[in-house]
């Protein structure tokens, strides 16, 4: 069973940076495509990106392209989210995301087609 661990959240002015990491534990974690996806209070849960297993591919959304970049550590069970440029729209709780199978395509975006899901973080980014 896989586990997922976010961390890095917290409170930063617009325009500054925070850095989230996701630890995964159980199953193989560098076998699965991994994922990022925020939701704001009253909104629904939202794509915001994904890293093939390799870390060779990602897709973005594109509300965060250009600001948002994910990487992974297979090595050390780990999944970043380096968040530059933040704006007040990116206030979110950020969730982790592995899938169970290895297969890659544009249906990532989709949040069902993930298995196992972190607790999240909260990020806050004010005016």
């Known amino acids: 069973q896989v586990q997922l661990v976010e961390s890095g959240g917290g409170l930063v002015q617009a325009g500054g940076s925070l850095r989230l990491s996701c630890a995964a534990s159980g199953g193989t974690f560098s076998s699965y495509p991994m994922g990022w996806f925020r939701q704001a209070p009253g909104s629904e849960r939202e794509f915001v990106t994904v890293?093939?297993?390799?870390?060779?591919?990602?897709y973005y959304s594109d509300s965060v392209k250009g600001r948002f970049t994910i990487s992974r550590d297979n090595a050390k069970n780990t999944v970043y989210l380096q968040m530059n440029s933040l704006k007040p729209e990116d206030t979110a709780v950020y969730y982790c995301a592995a899938r169970a199978t290895t297969d890659w395509g544009t249906f990532l975006r989709l949040n069902e087609k993930y298995k196992y899901w972190g607790q999240g973080t909260q990020v806050t980014v004010s005016s």
């Open positions: 890293i093939s297993w390799s870390g060779s591919y990602t």
